[in-house]
């Protein structure tokens, strides 16, 4: 027994020892196995990146135990892109070149958006460009960012062609090859964008959010981001600082917010794409940017690449992105903290302002969720006059960031201002209907506590309706007239007088792209005739005369043939008769009916009638018919059931 004893005793610290000496050889080579933040090996065959999942918070405390919230997963990317706009010539030319030298000294990615005009004066710039970004420095890529930063949407097919392709051939000069991205200018872009950046073999578009409402997204998952002609949209999503000038002044946005929004993103996408200006650089001298460089946000723009670099985040390029397999991205949707600490222990919070949900008796991993900030927008919703509009005609619905779904549905609202509550630091896409039209779409983005929008609504127009029969001269009255909306709402009704005019139609206008106006007009059940799509300009007058397809008086000759079940109806001495009747039941016409079964009737209008059979004699009615008669068609065929004619007997 002593000696089974001691056998035990060294088995046991044997294990106990293998199991000390595998934990202290994982330690040792745990770093040599982590992922470099700048080098990942991409498989080109499955378009996947394998590397580690960042870091989504800062490091939390729970019951004193710290731990860093990583986690694994093979098919996730979380990567960023460092998207640098308005490289251009003679402009800030010295901040430029000091900004990509944080990259290159970081060997971080950065793709740089050229506009081609003035470029090559620019002797500097360009020789920095040609010798600075080469080779043995982290990957630097060019794309195309416009000839002279124009708003493309406003353009032609034609003119987004050449002025991109002026570009191309300048960087082409350069470089020694075409750019394969496109950066948009303002963000905006219309189909004509997508068609010149295909036209000119580019295979991706990075333009900002709003852009890009028909991004595919499924519970949350970037499921495509490809388009019908095969362009990926790999859209930017946080900003170094917030856009207040049209690209001419820019505010500060808190650093941890922006590291917020990165985290965001990558958990919820596997990528963020970070938008960087020039401007955000330079010194602000008398309301101008000037070219001395502003060292804070420089050291401010360092700080977050060495926070992307320490959390393990690769830093990639536009391209590179879109080369990624998005169908198989699995979004971090929380991070997750590991305690084992026991289940009744007190819970905090971390120094960082991490709400931390209790354990369960399972000692399962604890969830923990950032509690965003909240700020109020006050909305002033007016009129072009600055007369505030009539709160109860108002409905709302807010986007958030390039959700496709509204982060908010306001049905109605019960004042004006309206003052609604956001998580701050988010671009918010604001819809306002009037009357559950679609009036106004404003953009908006969270910076402060309390921030005011106006929100304008164009005036409404007029729409003037009048219907004519096919020679454009013969009024139609008494038409019934309906105004609908594209979503198939009808928004007016009224019917024409004796000139074929309907009264005037006041309605909002359709200044908000895809709104449109149909206009129906019935001369009765079966006759109805369309306008086209109608457009209505703010304050306009749209006069619309409609024409209808049919002559207003049918000079044909209309036969009715009547039938007792398979046979002509006789006459035998004109016993029957055919009413007609319009489709208010009131009696316009009688005609016998001859030898031959038939009734006939001339000049008729257009429109809905009842043809009845009766007896001659005392009024009895035989059968009836429903018809149309709108120069279609001159003959129809009427049947009577078992009816026994009044004939009178043959003497012998």
Not at 463 to 491: C, E, K, M
Not at 632 to 641: E, H, P, S, V, W
């Amino acid at each position: 027994m002593n000696e089974l004893h001691y056998g035990r005793i060294c088995n046991e610290s044997l294990l106990i020892f293998s199991i000390f000496a595998s934990l202290l050889i994982l330690s040792v080579i745990q770093p040599a196995l982590a992922i470099s933040p700048d080098k990942v090996d991409v498989n080109a065959n499955t378009k996947s990146v394998v590397t580690t999942l960042p870091v989504l918070s800062k490091p939390v405390t729970v019951n004193d135990v710290s731990t860093t919230n990583v986690v694994s997963d093979k098919n996730t990317c979380p990567c960023i892109v460092f998207r640098l706009d308005d490289v251009q010539g003679s402009y800030l030319s010295d901040i430029q070149m000091k900004i990509m030298d944080v990259f290159q000294k970081k060997y971080a990615s950065l793709s740089i958006g050229i506009t081609g005009y003035n470029l090559t004066q620019d002797g500097k710039l360009v020789s920095y460009l040609q010798n600075n970004l080469k080779s043995g420095h982290a990957a630097t890529e060019i794309a195309n960012h416009g000839w002279r930063h124009e708003d493309f949407a406003k353009l032609s097919l034609s003119q987004q062609v050449v002025l991109m392709n002026k570009t191309n051939l300048e960087l082409n000069k350069m470089f020694g090859k075409k750019p394969n991205a496109f950066l948009v200018p303002y963000g905006m872009y219309d189909n004509d964008t997508l068609k010149a950046i295909k036209q000119l073999k580019m295979n991706v578009i990075s333009s900002s959010i709003w852009s890009e409402d028909k991004f595919v997204l499924a519970q949350g998952k970037i499921t495509a981001n490809k388009d019908s002609l095969g362009l990926y949209h790999i859209p930017s999503m946080t900003e170094f600082q917030t856009d207040t000038g049209n690209e001419t002044y820019w505010t500060n946005i808190p650093k941890d917010r922006v590291i917020d929004s990165i985290n965001s993103h990558i958990a919820k996408y596997g990528y963020d794409v970070f938008l960087i200006h020039p401007q955000n650089f330079a010194t602000l001298v008398n309301g101008q940017y000037v070219n001395t460089v502003d060292t804070t946000h420089l050291d401010e723009l360092a700080s977050i690449i060495d926070y992307v670099k320490s959390k393990h985040i690769h830093i990639s390029t536009i391209s590179e992105i879109a080369g990624l397999d998005h169908t198989n991205i699995t979004p971090i949707v929380k991070p997750v903290v590991i305690t084992s600490k026991p289940v009744d222990a007190p819970i905090s919070k971390s120094s960082s302002g991490v709400d931390v949900n209790a354990i369960d008796s399972t000692d399962q991993p604890r969830v923990a969720k950032y509690v965003e900030p909240n700020g109020s927008l006050t909305m002033n919703i007016q009129y072009p006059s600055a007369d505030p509009a009539n709160a109860h005609m108002l409905s709302m619905k807010i986007y958030r960031d390039f959700d496709t779904k509204p982060y908010m549905e306001l049905s109605s609202i019960s004042d004006n201002p309206y003052i609604v509550t956001l998580p701050m630091y988010h671009q918010y896409k604001i819809q306002t209907f009037v009357n559950s039209m679609l009036s106004s779409v404003n953009l908006a983005t969270l910076d402060s506590t309390n921030q005011n929008i106006d929100v304008n609504i164009p005036w409404g127009g007029t729409i003037l309706v009048s219907a004519y029969f096919s020679d454009g001269q013969t009024p139609i009255s008494g038409a019934s007239v309906s105004i609908r909306s594209q979503d198939n709402i009808t928004r007016a009704t009224g019917v024409t007088d004796s000139d074929g005019s309907a009264t005037r139609f006041s309605l909002p206008s359709t200044n908000v792209d895809g709104n449109y106006y149909i206009i129906d007009v019935k001369i009765n059940n079966h006759l109805a005739f369309s306008s086209d799509p109608v457009t209505l300009s703010p304050e306009g007058i749209n006069k619309i005369k409609l024409v209808a397809p049919w002559h207003s008086m049918i000079e044909n000759l209309i036969t009715v043939k009547v039938y007792n079940q398979t046979k002509v109806l006789p006459s035998n001495g004109q016993t029957y008769s055919v009413q007609m009747y319009d489709d208010q039941g009131n009696k316009l016409s009688e005609s016998p009916v001859n030898i031959h079964g038939e009734g006939h009737f001339w000049s008729m209008q257009v429109g809905d009638y009842v043809f009845k059979v009766v007896k001659a004699s005392n009024g009895t009615v035989l059968g009836n018919m429903f018809v149309t008669v709108d120069g279609t068609k001159d003959n129809f065929d009427m049947t009577i059931q078992n009816h026994l004619s009044e004939t009178k007997p043959v003497l012998n």
